[in-house]
């Protein structure tokens, strides 16, 4: 240990310790392809057998930027695998295509997991397989996961810890949305934007927020898109869509699910599809709720689409400037095209005139060389 915190030697000795507790200290391992977190996966081999090694120490909690409080305490990120472990559970006690986990050392940030394939959709659909189908099932489990009731303190299955899921506050939403002010601004334009222009925008916001009261809440995974999304063989039903990277889960509006679902950051969804999945989630939940409110369901996707979409031109300007990651920058365009959808819906009204009057949309259209940005 160095000031406290576990060194490179320290954390390879900790997770020997941890697989030969588990019973696969022998396993070979093959690194897995993770996402922009810091957390590293590796998949195990032993005896035909195959397991998922999720490795994620528990991370600082960073700088306070408001209220005495961090970024990623605001925005309810999980700062170890509890949350992860808890929503595991919960998932799979309803059915649900969760990993099931084999061992745990949340102390540490160590899971095994089990390996729910490599059936990721865009290598599925890139390999033949029906892209409305394997949507389509999707947002089957997201219009019954959006059916069950608001979960109470879930176990993590550790030590009798548990988790309360966080409430997707009006704060929460406006501080994610701050990274466009904060990082594409500057990336766009090369300065900061003025301080009348940012409290216009968190005006905007608030101004469009309320209308969110109107749907019931729910838990939501967060990042249900496609990279965490896999077609499992063998499986049928909901169980077929295996679920994975929802350790951030939140209690809000289940619209926020269902945009992340069809306006993929990653993959470019058509119009045509985006509404026939549409109407799909509207008519599972009307069959379920007769009281279920198409309107307002249709507001509250504009307004999290909108909400998200924001959020992630300002983390991808982020990658690039603070982080030297480039590559995120090619799907700065998609996002402004799915942006614009979201906002010719009349909810979105007040952020629609600050976009016009502040960043036009056919600002962040245009591709950005990271070679000529000054970091």
Avoid at 99 to 116: H, R, S, T, V
Wanted: charged content about 20%; proline content about 7%; some cysteine.
């Amino acid at each position: 240990m160095t000031g406290g915190r576990m060194t490179g030697h320290d954390r390879s000795d900790a997770r020997r310790a941890f697989l030969d507790q588990a019973g696969w200290g022998d396993a070979t391992a093959t690194p897995v392809a993770g996402d922009a977190s810091t957390r590293l996966y590796e998949r195990l081999m032993r005896d035909g057998q195959t397991a998922i090694l999720m490795d994620a120490p528990p991370g600082p909690d960073g700088p306070p930027i408001e209220g005495g409080k961090s970024y990623s305490a605001i925005v309810h990120l999980a700062e170890d695998m509890r949350p992860f472990a808890a929503i595991a559970r919960h998932l799979t006690a309803h059915g649900f295509s969760a990993p099931e986990l084999y061992a745990l050392d949340l102390d540490q940030g160590f899971i095994l997991l089990e390996d729910l394939g490599d059936g990721v959709f865009a290598q599925r659909i890139a390999a033949g397989d029906s892209e409305e189908t394997l949507y389509g099932a999707a947002v089957d489990v997201l219009a019954a996961l959006h059916a069950l009731p608001v979960p109470g303190p879930l176990s993590c299955g550790d030590a009798g810890a548990s988790h309360t899921v966080p409430r997707f506050d009006d704060l929460a939403m406006l501080t994610e949305a701050r990274l466009l002010p904060a990082w594409y601004a500057r990336l766009a334009t090369g300065r900061d934007l003025d301080a009348d222009a940012q409290a216009a925008f968190d005006a905007a916001w608030h101004a469009v927020f309320p209308a969110l009261s109107d749907m019931p809440p729910a838990l939501v995974l967060r990042d249900y898109h496609s990279p965490n999304l896999l077609a499992i063989e063998g499986r049928s039903g909901l169980a077929r869509i295996g679920l994975i990277d929802f350790q951030d889960a939140l209690i809000a509006p289940g619209a926020y699910d269902v945009v992340s679902l069809l306006q993929d950051a990653r993959r470019t969804i058509a119009p045509a599809l985006e509404a026939c999945l549409l109407a799909r989630y509207e008519a599972a939940r009307t069959a379920q709720h007769t009281g279920f409110d198409a309107e307002a369901f249709r507001a509250a996707y504009a307004i999290m689409g909108a909400q998200r979409n924001t959020k992630i031109i300002g983390i991808f300007a982020r990658l690039l400037l603070r982080d030297g990651k480039p590559p995120y920058l090619a799907h700065i365009p998609r996002l402004a095209d799915y942006l614009a959808r979201d906002l010719a819906h009349p909810a979105l009204a007040p952020v629609a005139r600050w976009y016009d009057a502040h960043m036009p949309l056919d600002i962040i259209r245009t591709e950005i060389n990271p070679d000529s940005v000054t970091r």
